[in-house]
C-alpha cells in the first residue's frame, strides 16, 4: 500500500517511525494515527515512537508532544502494552554557560549566531534548552541518527534553510548518504507535496 515506505537505504520500520513523527510535528494527527498502526506493525515500540516524537520538542516545541501523546495511546492500544518507564542512564547536564559553549563549539564548525545570542541575551534559557537539546538528541531506543534525520526532514517541510542545514550536516556526519536523504526528501513530498523536493 504505501510503497514509499518499503526497504530502501532505511527500513520499513525506520521510515514508518520517522514519518509518524514527522506528522506529529506538524500536527497533522489524522496521517500521524494511521501511521502510528503502519509503524506498530513495522515492529517499533511505544517507547521507540515516544522518545523519537519527544526529540521534535526542541524544534517546534510542546505543540508536537500534545499531538504526539495520541500517536503514543494508540500504539499502546494496538500493542496492548502500557510499558513500563525504561531505565534512565545518566546523562550529563550542563551547568555553566562555559560548558554550553563548549559543546555547541563540538557540535558546529564555528560558534552559531543563535547560540550566541542566547549567551548574550537569554543565559537561563541557553542552559536550559542546551540540556533538553542534549536530552532529546542522545542515543536511546532511537538512534540519534534517525532523530536527526527527522529534524532534517521537519525543516525540508517547513522550508526552514537553516535547520534543514544544521540538521542534514548532522545527519551526515553520522553517516546519512545520498541516498538516505533523498528517501527523506521522498517522504517530505508524500507529505507536503513537490516543494519539499526545492527546499534542499
Known amino acids: ?56 520538542i526542541i524544534s517546534r516545541g510542546i505543540p508536537t508532544w500534545l499531538s504526539g501523546i495520541d500517536a503514543i495511546s494508540k500504539a499502546i492500544e494496538l500493542t496492548g502494552i502500557a510499558e513500563s518507564t525504561l531505565e534512565t542512564h545518566r546523562i550529563s547536564t550542563f551547568s555553566t554557560q562555559e560548558e554550553c559553549v563548549s559543546y ?31 536530552t532529546s538528541l542522545r542515543d536511546g531506543v532511537v538512534s540519534r541518527y534517525l ?19 544544521i540538521h542534514k550536516s548532522n545527519a551526515i556526519q553520522l553517516g546519512a548518504t545520498d541516498t538516505v536523504l533523498q528517501d527523506i526528501k521522498t517522504i517530505c513530498i508524500y507529505a507536503v507535496g513537490i516543494q519539499a523536493f526545492f527546499n534542499d
Not at 527500513?11 to 506498530?40: D, N, P
Not at 515500540?45 to 523519537?52: G, Q
Request: proline residues 3%.
Open 1 to 56: 500500500m504505501h510503497t514509499l515506505l518499503e526497504d530502501s537505504s532505511l527500513s520499513k520500520k525506520e521510515k514508518s517511525l520517522l514519518v509518524v513523527g514527522l506528522f506529529a510535528a506538524r500536527r497533522e494527527e489524522q496521517a500521524m494515527l494511521h501511521f502510528t498502526e503502519v509503524a506498530i506493525d513495522a515492529g517499533n515500540t511505544v517507547h521507540e515512537i515516544a522518545e523519537l516524537i519527544s526529540a521534535t
Open 104 to 134: 555547541y563549539q563540538s557540535e558546529f564548525e564555528q560558534l552559531p549566531k543563535w547560540i550566541q545570542y542566547l549567551v548574550d541575551y537569554a543565559p537561563d534559557t541557553l542552559l536550559k534548552y542546551s540540556n533538553l537539546r542534549t
Open 147 to 165: 532523530k536527526e534525520l527527522l529534524l532534517y526532514a521537519i525543516n525540508l517541510c517547513d522550508q526552514y534553510p537553516k535547520g534543514i542545514e
